[in-house]
Every structure is written in structure tokens, then in C-alpha cells.
């Protein structure tokens, strides 16, 4: 085919079969296969059937971007997967909250004006033991919120071993910077001590910031002081100790440190993740004491940083089912994936290899979200072809794998049982 004989938008929109589409939709995709068939005549090649091609444009166009997909990489909190799927009864509270209206700034009992954040404040004073709690977008914001209301334009002292970078480019460091606090690095990257923190207090410090090292430890030589320790320092000087926790568990998990061990041992704020260990929406959690979330609750910028009512809701939907923490452990999937014994996961993968077949092989799942980074969870999976990989990103749903060496595997923890079958078809119809 030449160039010139190709149609024009109008002549192709006007055939038969593309002609039943929406004129504005079918518009956009014939001008994208036009385009596509001028650069293929250009480099030689022959442009195929431009009916079809628009067609196959239009339905793409029509797709949603934004969609599930199979889990298969043992990774339970993948950021680039969405963290934390969520527990029925929170997609339950967001599905009932979300189709009508709501009370999300309304007072039901006065008859008037609310706030949004009273509405989990009083349950999440339960489950931590703080006095006060404040809920923004997530957990960057959080400690955003916290430094500028209480530090900007002042200083905060940070120990150099938790000046740390969690992932697409997120630096404590810069954040710090952002809240138009000053950043007053102690001790060293291996070891800090609490008398470091000590000789850096003067007169224009306003916190002491603590953060949880997340996705790194530094091994070996090493030395930190306990947050009592530094809790002990920042009382001594009547300032506000601020703990970044990253995830936050609410349940004992591993050796991640937990929000009321945070509080007990005298942080003034506990900030921390709603979609990481929590298992919950994206959302920042900040408790702690009433005086200092008050101070956050004032600031400016707690307008720009507020949770919507969907993450209100999810949230909300997530943390009731802590009241009793094995109805959460059984009933959140983050914190069941976490749990499972390697034995039940294994079982799964023997199913699924039942179905598609591919030998059933030992595997090394992770927390991630930054939690746990040295905690390998044993786990199993079903190795395939090696070509698998690649096609099974344009599944339906997609599937993403590991690609081992020269293999796929399908690892199996992250699979939960109702997405066996969908994933075996899936692999049917990429072979
Ligand atoms: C993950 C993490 C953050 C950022 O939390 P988001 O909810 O992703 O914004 C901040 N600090 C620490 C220590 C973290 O691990």
C-alpha cells in the first residue's frame, strides 16, 4: 500500500462496522491508525486491515487504565501493585459510603456542621492509646503536616543513620526541607547516641525526629539509642519527639515496632501508613498527644493534605475489624498473606499447577512497603515457561510474574484462593 491510497479520517469512520461506534470515539481512533499506518508504509511495511486496527484502537480507548491484576511476585505490600488490598468490610464501608451521600462533615447529633476527622479519631484513640489522631492522604503527608506545624522555620535534629530514601524518590531529607523546617544531622550513618541528640539541642530547635529505617538496616557496627532514650532527651528539653514508623503495625508482625510501644515509650506523634502492614487504604495516620494533633489540625496545610470520604470510609471499614485482632488477621488479606503457613500456600500452588501444569517450586515471598526488608517469608510457587512472563501483563486480568533466571514463576502467596482459576486462564490463554 502507498500512501496516497490510504483513507482519510472521514472515509474510514463512514465504513460499516466503524460507522456503529460513537462519531467522537471512532474519530480518535481512526486518527491514531492513520498515524500508525503512515509510519509503517514510510519504514516499508504493509499497514494491515484499518478497520480492524481502528477497532482494536477504540476498544482500548474505551478500557480502563487504572485496573486490577493478578499478584504473582510474592511481594505482599507492591507498591507499584497498589499496597494493600483491601478487606471486604472496608470495600463494603467505601462501596456504601460512596454511592449516596454522607455524613462526612455533618454533626447528626447537633443538627449541624461537623468534621471530617472526628469520625475516626475515637476509634483510633482505642486501638493505639493516643490521646488524638489525625488521618491525611498518606503517610509522606503526615510527616509533612507534622514538621511544618511544629518546626518551620525552626530546627529538627535527625540522626544521619535515618536521612533515608524509601522508594521513587521519596528522601526524608528533602520533605524536612519542604516543611520549612531546618535539618540538624547527628552522629553518623552506623551509629548515633543519645548524647549526640543531646549536644545538638539549642535554642532554635523545635522537635526531634525519629524514622523508622524501613527498607535498609545497617549491619555490623552499629549503634542507636532505644526511643526511650531519645524520648528521655527531647522531655529533658520540653520538645516534641516526632516517630515516623513507615508501615505501623497495630499487631505484633516480625520486629516491626508498634504504634502503642511508640506512644508508651514518649513520642509526642506517631505518624504511619494506612496501605502498608495496617492493611488498610492509602492514608497517613498521625496520633499522639491532644495539644500537638490540635496544632496539625489548625495548620494551613491540613486543607490541602485531608483524606476524601472514600479513604475515610475504607479506613474506617479497615481499623473496626482491629477491635478483635484475629477477625483482622483472618479477614485483612495483607495481614492474612503474611501469615499463612508456607504448608496452605504451597497447597495453592499444587492446585494451580494441577490446572496449567509447571513444576510447584520453593520461593522467597516479602513484606515490602518497606517493612521486614530482611524477612525472606518462605513460600511456593509454579514455574512455567519463560516466555510466559511478558504475555501474561496483557491477560485479563493481567498476571504480573517473577522472572527467574530463564523462568516464570508464579508465586503463590500472593495469589489468594479465589484468583486460582482466573489466573490459570489467564496462563490458557497467553499459550
Ligand atoms: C513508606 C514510608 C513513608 C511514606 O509513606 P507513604 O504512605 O507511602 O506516603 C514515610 N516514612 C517511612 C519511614 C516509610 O517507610
Known amino acids: 500500500m502507498e500512501l496516497r491510497e490510504l483513507p482519510s479520517v472521514d472515509e474510514l469512520v ?32 504493509d499497514p494491515g486491515d484499518l478497520v480492524e486496527r481502528t477497532l482494536a484502537i477504540a476498544a482500548r480507548h474505551a478500557a480502563p487504565s487504572l485496573r486490577r491484576v493478578i499478584n504473582a511476585t510474592g511481594v505482599v505490600l507492591h507498591t507499584n501493585l497498589g499496597r494493600a488490598p483491601l478487606a471486604a468490610a472496608a470495600v463494603d464501608r467505601a462501596r456504601d459510603v460512596a454511592s449516596a451521600y454522607s455524613n462526612l462533615e455533618y454533626d447528626l447529633r447537633a443538627g449541624g456542621r461537623g468534621s471530617r476527622h472526628d469520625h475516626l479519631a475515637s476509634l483510633l484513640r482505642r486501638l493505639t492509646g493516643a490521646e488524638d489522631a489525625l488521618v491525611v492522604n498518606n503517610n509522606a503527608a503526615g510527616v509533612l503536616l507534622a514538621l511544618s506545624a511544629l518546626a518551620e522555620g525552626r530546627e529538627v535534629i535527625v540522626s544521619r543513620g535515618e536521612l533515608i530514601e524509601i522508594g521513587d524518590g521519596f528522601r526524608i ?131 490541602a493534605l485531608r483524606p476524601d470520604k472514600l479513604t475515610l470510609a475504607a479506613l474506617e471499614g ?40 509447571g513444576e510447584v517450586v520453593e520461593t522467597s515471598a516479602r513484606a515490602g512497603g518497606g517493612a521486614l526488608p530482611l524477612h525472606d517469608l518462605p513460600s511456593a510457587g509454579v514455574e512455567l515457561e519463560p516466555e510466559l512472563a511478558a504475555l501474561l501483563l496483557h491477560a485479563a486480568p493481567p498476571v504480573v510474574a517473577i522472572v527467574r533466571g530463564d523462568r516464570t514463576v508464579l508465586d503463590c502467596r500472593t495469589i489468594a484462593d479465589d484468583e486460582v482459576e482466573l489466573a490459570a486462564a489467564a496462563v490458557r490463554t497467553c499459550r
Do not use: W
Not at 15 to 38: D, K, N
Open 14 to 45: 463512514r465504513s460499516e462496522v466503524l460507522g456503529r461506534l460513537p462519531h467522537e470515539a471512532a474519530v480518535a481512533a481512526a486518527r491514531e491508525a492513520l498515524a500508525r499506518a503512515r509510519e509503517e508504509i514510510n519504514a516499508g511495511h
Open 173 to 303: 531529607p528533602d520533605v524536612l526541607a519542604r516543611s520549612g523546617a531546618r535539618l540538624v544531622e547527628v552522629g553518623t550513618t552506623n551509629k548515633t547516641r543519645a548524647r549526640d541528640y543531646e549536644a545538638a539541642v539549642g535554642p532554635e530547635t523545635a522537635a526531634i525526629v525519629r524514622v523508622h529505617q524501613s527498607n535498609f538496616r545497617v549491619v555490623g557496627f552499629t549503634e542507636r539509642p532505644s526511643l526511650r532514650e531519645v524520648a528521655g532527651v527531647a522531655a529533658r528539653h520540653g520538645l516534641p519527639l516526632v516517630d515516623d514508623l513507615g508501615s505501623g503495625s497495630l499487631v505484633s508482625f516480625g520486629d516491626e515496632p508498634l504504634v502503642c510501644d511508640s506512644l508508651a515509650a514518649g513520642s509526642g506523634l506517631v505518624t504511619f501508613s494506612g496501605d502498608k502492614l495496617l492493611g488498610g487504604p492509602q492514608a497517613g495516620i498521625v496520633c499522639g498527644s491532644a495539644e500537638l494533633v490540635a496544632l496539625l489540625r489548625r495548620h494551613p496545610l491540613q486543607r
Open 318 to 357: 479497615t481499623l473496626l475489624l482491629y477491635d478483635e485482632p484475629e477477625r483482622a488477621a483472618r479477614e485483612i488479606p495483607a495481614l492474612r498473606m503474611l501469615r499463612e503457613p508456607v504448608e496452605s500456600v504451597r497447597a495453592r500452588a499444587q492446585k494451580l499447577a494441577s490446572l496449567i501444569g
